[in-house]
């Protein structure tokens, strides 16, 4: 087997296959390296969400590339579509974040004109209160404050999404290896070699998207990307009738109609489990926005690690060591997936007037703590 | 009920029966937790209750009364219609019990969740009218139902020749008995004879059975495969290839079988390690010699720790109930040990049959491995088509899979497509299914409403 | 498919907004079975018949909404009044979700 490639991503997640598909699209030779199916996969966990909302309220640049983002995604699910036949479910039709208290509502409003300053004024948003919010959604609780709405926020299937990456970066002739977790990475004479248990691979880019694996593998080639879990549980119920026109970021309805409720933030570590507290915790909420959900069944709960960065904005790294190696770390990967596979992958390919700016570089972090 | 026990028991099935009463013997503060209304689990179900004549069930039914009459009168705390929901590592039990959601702890938790039958896939089998042997023995314990004449009987193993020998009892008409098991398995199951004599009365209930059915004439297909079930919206006919010849018999109602499996959805919920059985073909919960699992404190006892059958499950469940007493101090290392020897001895008597009985019905390949216009997943509809076209696309295992087509998503969460769904992968990678991994198990493990949990 | 062994009592249940006549003192699949009521709903993605298959609460096949809330069949008794709704629409009718 050939083990020499152009490109070699390590991880096949959201992050690493978009970018594979742009760059394998560029006409570079690209190997996927993932792991195995048991895995820490933040994909697997995700909420599907594009979200724009809340974004960047004190990181300028990042509320503007998730603006970007979702622009982007009309024309980026277009492409996955006619290319791989697969529908993943993408509704841009704006999102709410619904307020639970008097004090939430305000907060929110605060943080949303805050977005809105940083966006040079273009941002949309509304804060609805509990009337103006049952008009759009008459299943809202009477006891819900309001939420903030936000018309470029949207949703897709994340599985169905991951799926359709997959496909289309072997449809650009993207090598996908499973099973390949790299144990070791080294610069050697003019390219860069990489170990798994069984193989060694040969590569002149490489690009660390492994998640929370990342820290381990970018020290290899001296870089410092820090990401820390953390852990979000989710629910999944049967098959309701179509009710929610929209994403929120509590609940959202599936295109088979089932509902995933989410949204905690545990710190815990490395611990991908459930607990009862949050479980309940989530229902007890979801059932308090829309009371009809009281007799809807729980099909599935389950948790997954976010990959967190220490200001939530996604690094976009090149070593400035070895300047053909990048690690990219976000917990975003749907919303940012159009622009990883467009924007990113042009700049990873080489050009370097697509590059998303030094404010995106890990060393953002290295500067603030001296 | 307290907020807290010594030990919480799941299953009252003979396992989990025992292990309660052999806890609670000693001290032991004791729940036991079933979801039936009624003490014995599958195998002794109703016993209390049924209107059906021991008799026409069998010797080894019958015995149940007197197991079940024996749990009553134990000194512990015995909650029926009651689901476990929720189990996690650290012992946290989430209940349901009419209607409402209740949360207890536990110091030590003993699984006795049972078995569950092995899906039987092939095109068809998702009709209305076709069912498994255990569903044909429920109804016949639970509500006195036998089939219409012209049943179809079709599978592999043991409990189907049980359940045609009861049917014939009950006067039941049999149209055919379509036997799956491959010929090649006697020859290979010879060579574990000598150790099986040991459990020879295991041998003669076969033989009898065998006997029975034979003189009642019912017409006996072997080494039938390519079954291809027909009609809509229910069954009407069955279509099977016996002896090179394709046949179809015209019929309402199959019932399927094809062994059982342990029902792990509890014990993997709960973190306890799995391994492969070869020879048994099924993932079974890594245990030590008392039942403990790879999680400490979290015992499995019964069928759920690899098929053993009703007797020997009693016995393991004893055993995982001596270790308990142990552990919390009501039984010194000396005493315990003197308890536990006979019951270890006889069991592993029990088990000296296992392994003639699993290779004496091994399943062939080609029955594990469906066709790919079969279903996998009868909740979300996916075929075994659709699992080979992602494994196509390097799909990394089971759970991608799942991701990636719903497969095991819906609300069986994946009892009846796990199995299959490892096996597909085993054979597309020409790798030992324990190469291969299984489903993550989610909570919840049995039906919960948001309602109920906003309210608990 | 089933017949019973000796004879049974019955109870009256609403399906579907029609009344019904269901033997009494059984599972509610069981009762389903016996009273030839099959297909007993329709598989929500196709909309394909489905029955009861495994009677011990496994495979969810016998899933109906009775008082409101989606439940197994096969685990829960026949109960006079019980208002049943089939998942998936009536056997006549397969669209409704």
């Given at each position: 087997?050939n083990?020499?490639?152009?490109t070699?991503?390590?991880?096949?997640?959201l992050?690493?296959?978009?970018?594979?598909?742009?760059?394998a699209?560029?006409?570079?030779?690209?190997?996927?390296?993932?792991?195995?199916d048991?895995?820490?996969?933040a994909?697997?966990?995700?909420?599907?969400?594009?979200?724009?909302?809340?974004?960047?309220?004190?990181f300028?640049?990042?509320?503007?590339?998730?603006?970007?983002?979702?622009?982007?995604?009309p024309?980026?699910?277009?492409?996955?579509?006619?290319?791989t036949?697969i529908?993943?479910?993408?509704?841009?039709?704006?999102?709410?974040?619904?307020?639970?208290?008097?004090s939430?509502?305000?907060?929110?409003?605060q943080?949303?004109?805050?977005?809105?300053?940083h966006?040079?004024?273009?941002?949309?948003?509304?804060?609805?209160?509990?009337?103006?919010?049952?008009?759009?959604?008459?299943?809202?609780?009477?006891?819900i404050v309001?939420?903030?709405y936000?018309p470029e926020?949207?949703?897709?299937?994340?599985?169905y999404?991951?799926?359709?990456?997959?496909?289309?970066?072997?449809?650009?002739?993207?090598?996908?290896?499973?099973?390949?977790?790299?144990?070791?990475?080294?610069?050697?004479?003019?390219?860069?070699v990489?170990?798994?248990a069984?193989e060694?691979?040969q590569?002149?880019?490489?690009?660390?998207c492994?998640?929370?694996?990342?820290?381990?593998?970018?020290?290899?080639?001296n870089m410092?990307?820090p990401?820390?879990?953390?852990?979000?549980q989710?629910?999944?119920?049967?098959?309701v009738?179509?009710?929610?026109?929209?994403?929120?970021?509590?609940?959202?309805q599936?295109?088979?109609g089932?509902?995933?409720?989410?949204?905690?933030?545990?710190?815990?570590?490395?611990?991908?489990s459930?607990?009862?507290?949050?479980?309940?915790?989530?229902?007890?909420?979801?059932?308090k926005?829309?009371?009809?959900?009281?007799?809807?069944?729980l099909?599935?709960?389950?948790?997954?690690?976010?990959?967190?960065?220490p200001?939530?904005a996604?690094?976009?790294?090149?070593?400035?060591?070895?300047?053909a190696a990048?690690a990219?770390?976000?917990?975003?990967?749907?919303t940012?997936?159009?622009?990883?596979?467009t924007?990113?992958?042009?700049?990873i390919?080489?050009?370097?007037?697509?590059?998303?700016g030094?404010?995106f570089?890990a060393?953002?972090?290295?500067?603030?703590?001296? | 009920?307290?907020?807290?026990?010594?030990?919480a028991?799941?299953?009252?099935?003979?396992?989990?029966?025992?292990?309660?009463?052999?806890?609670?013997?000693?001290g032991v503060?004791?729940?036991?937790?079933?979801?039936?209304?009624?003490?014995?689990?599958?195998?002794?179900?109703?016993?209390?209750?049924?209107?059906?004549?021991?008799?026409?069930l069998?010797?080894?039914y019958?015995?149940?009364?007197?197991?079940?009459?024996?749990?009553?009168?134990?000194?512990?705390?015995?909650?029926?219609n009651?689901?476990?929901?929720?189990?996690?590592?650290?012992?946290?039990?989430?209940?349901?019990?009419?209607?409402?959601?209740?949360?207890?702890?536990?110091?030590?938790?003993?699984?006795?969740?049972?078995?569950?039958?092995?899906?039987?896939?092939?095109p068809?089998?998702?009709?209305?009218?076709?069912?498994t042997?255990?569903?044909?023995?429920?109804?016949?314990?639970?509500?006195?139902?036998?089939?219409?004449?012209?049943?179809v009987?079709?599978?592999?193993?043991?409990?189907l020749?049980?359940?045609?020998?009861?049917?014939?009892?009950?006067?039941?008409?049999?149209?055919?008995?379509?036997?799956?098991?491959?010929?090649?398995?006697?020859g290979?199951?010879?060579?574990?004879?000598?150790?099986?004599?040991v459990?020879?009365?295991?041998?003669?209930?076969?033989?009898?059975?065998t006997?029975?059915?034979?003189?009642?004439?019912?017409?006996?297909?072997?080494?039938?495969?390519?079954?291809?079930?027909?009609g809509?919206?229910?069954?009407?006919?069955?279509?099977?290839?016996?002896?090179?010849?394709?046949?179809?018999?015209?019929?309402?109602?199959?019932?399927?079988?094809?062994?059982?499996?342990?029902?792990?959805?509890?014990?993997?919920?709960a973190?306890?390690?799995?391994e492969?059985?070869?020879?048994?073909?099924?993932?079974?919960?890594?245990?030590?010699?008392?039942?403990?699992?790879?999680?400490?404190?979290?015992?499995?006892?019964?069928?759920?720790?690899?098929?053993?059958?009703?007797?020997?499950?009693?016995l393991?469940g004893?055993?995982?109930?001596?270790?308990?007493?142990?552990?919390?101090?009501y039984l010194?290392?000396?005493?315990?040990?003197?308890?536990?020897?006979?019951?270890?001895?006889?069991?592993?008597r029990?088990?000296?049959?296992r392994?003639?009985?699993?290779?004496?019905?091994?399943?062939a390949?080609?029955?594990l491995?469906?066709l790919?216009?079969?279903?996998?997943?009868?909740?979300?509809?996916?075929?075994?088509?659709?699992?080979?076209?992602?494994?196509?696309?390097?799909?990394?295992?089971?759970?991608?899979?799942?991701?990636f087509?719903?497969?095991?998503?819906?609300p069986?969460?994946?009892?009846?497509?796990?199995?299959?769904?490892?096996?597909?992968?085993?054979?597309?990678?020409?790798?030992?299914?324990?190469?291969?991994?299984?489903?993550?198990?989610?909570?919840?493990?049995?039906?919960?409403?948001?309602?109920q949990?906003?309210?608990? | 498919m089933?017949?019973?062994?000796?004879?049974?009592?019955?109870?009256?249940?609403?399906?579907?907004?029609?009344?019904?006549?269901?033997p009494?003192?059984?599972?509610?699949?069981?009762?389903?079975?016996?009273?030839?009521?099959?297909?007993m709903?329709h598989?929500?993605?196709?909309?394909?018949?489905?029955?009861?298959?495994c009677?011990?609460?496994?495979?969810?096949?016998?899933?109906?909404?009775?008082?409101?809330?989606?439940?197994?069949?096969?685990?829960?008794?026949?109960?006079?009044?019980?208002?049943?709704r089939?998942?998936?629409?009536?056997?006549?009718?397969?669209?409704q979700?």
């Amino acid at each position: 087997m050939n083990n020499h490639f152009d490109t070699i991503i390590v991880g096949g997640g959201l992050v690493g296959s978009a970018i594979a598909c742009g760059i394998a699209r560029r006409g570079r030779q690209v190997a996927v390296l993932d792991g195995g199916d048991r895995d820490f996969r933040a994909s697997r966990g995700n909420f599907g969400l594009i979200w724009v909302q809340g974004k960047g309220g004190d990181f300028p640049a990042y509320a503007h590339l998730t603006g970007d983002a979702a622009r982007r995604w009309p024309a980026f699910e277009q492409m996955l579509r006619d290319s791989t036949g697969i529908d993943i479910g993408l509704q841009q039709t704006g999102g709410y974040d619904f307020c639970l208290s008097e004090s939430d509502w305000l907060a929110r409003n605060q943080e949303m004109q805050l977005v809105k300053q940083h966006r040079g004024g273009e941002f949309n948003y509304q804060m609805f209160d509990n009337s103006e919010l049952r008009e759009r959604i008459p299943q809202v609780s009477e006891a819900i404050v309001g939420a903030s709405y936000c018309p470029e926020d949207g949703h897709v299937n994340p599985l169905y999404l991951l799926r359709a990456l997959h496909q289309k970066m072997q449809i650009e002739g993207c090598r996908y290896i499973p099973q390949q977790v790299v144990v070791r990475s080294a610069r050697e004479q003019n390219h860069f070699v990489l170990d798994t248990a069984t193989e060694r691979y040969q590569c002149e880019r490489i690009v660390f998207c492994a998640g929370l694996d990342n820290q381990r593998l970018a020290q290899d080639l001296n870089m410092t990307i820090p990401v820390k879990p953390l852990r979000g549980q989710l629910l999944i119920s049967e098959r309701v009738d179509p009710f929610l026109p929209c994403a929120s970021l509590q609940v959202r309805q599936t295109g088979e109609g089932s509902l995933q409720i989410g949204n905690s933030h545990e710190d815990v570590g490395l611990d991908e489990s459930t607990c009862l507290e949050v479980i309940t915790e989530l229902a007890t909420r979801a059932v308090k926005i829309f009371p009809h959900l009281h007799k809807i069944r729980l099909n599935r709960a389950w948790g997954a690690l976010r990959v967190m960065t220490p200001d939530a904005a996604p690094i976009y790294h090149q070593s400035s060591e070895h300047p053909a190696a990048y690690a990219i770390s976000c917990h975003s990967g749907v919303t940012l997936a159009a622009y990883h596979a467009t924007g990113l992958a042009d700049w990873i390919s080489g050009d370097e007037s697509a590059a998303p700016g030094n404010e995106f570089s890990a060393d953002r972090f290295s500067v603030r703590s001296h | 009920m307290k907020d807290s026990y010594q030990l919480a028991v799941i299953g009252a099935g003979p396992a989990g029966m025992a292990a309660a009463q052999a806890a609670a013997g000693h001290g032991v503060d004791v729940i036991l937790f079933d979801e039936q209304a009624r003490p014995g689990g599958q195998i002794y179900r109703n016993i209390e209750n049924t209107s059906v004549d021991h008799g026409l069930l069998g010797k080894d039914y019958a015995m149940g009364a007197q197991i079940v009459q024996a749990f009553r009168q134990a000194s512990l705390d015995y909650q029926p219609n009651t689901s476990v929901w929720y189990l996690d590592k650290s012992r946290q039990i989430g209940l349901l019990q009419q209607g409402a959601s209740e949360q207890v702890f536990a110091k030590r938790i003993v699984i006795a969740s049972g078995a569950q039958e092995r899906p039987m896939p092939f095109p068809g089998w998702q009709l209305p009218g076709v069912m498994t042997a255990g569903a044909g023995q429920v109804l016949l314990k639970s509500a006195a139902m036998v089939p219409e004449d012209g049943v179809v009987l079709a599978g592999c193993g043991p409990l189907l020749l049980l359940l045609a020998w009861q049917y014939l009892q009950a006067g039941v008409k049999i149209a055919a008995l379509l036997e799956t098991t491959p010929k090649s398995n006697s020859g290979k199951a010879l060579r574990h004879l000598p150790k099986a004599l040991v459990a020879s009365e295991y041998l003669f209930k076969g033989l009898q059975l065998t006997r029975a059915i034979r003189r009642a004439g019912i017409p006996w297909h072997k080494s039938v495969c390519d079954l291809r079930a027909e009609g809509g919206p229910n069954l009407k006919a069955i279509h099977f290839s016996s002896s090179g010849k394709n046949q179809c018999i015209e019929t309402g109602l199959l019932l399927l079988h094809q062994g059982v499996i342990p029902d792990l959805q509890i014990a993997q919920a709960a973190g306890c390690g799995l391994e492969w059985h070869e020879a048994r073909q099924s993932w079974q919960p890594k245990l030590d010699n008392w039942g403990e699992s790879s999680q400490l404190g979290i015992f499995v006892a019964g069928d759920l720790g690899g098929i053993v059958g009703a007797r020997a499950a009693r016995l393991t469940g004893q055993l995982a109930g001596l270790q308990v007493a142990h552990q919390l101090g009501y039984l010194d290392h000396a005493m315990r040990d003197k308890l536990a020897g006979p019951i270890q001895k006889a069991r592993d008597r029990h088990h000296a049959i296992r392994p003639f009985l699993d290779a004496y019905y091994r399943i062939a390949e080609s029955a594990l491995v469906p066709l790919n216009e079969t279903l996998v997943c009868r909740c979300e509809e996916v075929t075994a088509g659709h699992i080979r076209d992602v494994i196509a696309l390097g799909c990394n295992g089971p759970n991608q899979a799942k991701a990636f087509t719903r497969c095991g998503m819906g609300p069986c969460q994946g009892r009846l497509c796990a199995a299959t769904v490892e096996q597909i992968f085993a054979s597309a990678h020409k790798k030992p299914v324990s190469e291969i991994g299984r489903y993550n198990a989610r909570p919840p493990i049995k039906p919960i409403t948001l309602g109920q949990l906003a309210d608990s | 498919m089933f017949r019973f062994l000796d004879t049974n009592a019955q109870v009256e249940v609403t399906l579907d907004g029609e009344s019904l006549d269901l033997p009494a003192g059984i599972s509610l699949a069981a009762a389903f079975i016996a009273a030839g009521q099959t297909p007993m709903g329709h598989s929500p993605v196709s909309h394909s018949p489905r029955t009861a298959y495994c009677m011990m609460g496994s495979c969810f096949e016998c899933v109906i909404e009775v008082d409101g809330v989606n439940q197994r069949a096969c685990q829960i008794e026949v109960v006079q009044g019980m208002c049943l709704r089939r998942p998936g629409g009536t056997a006549d009718n397969g669209s409704q979700s």
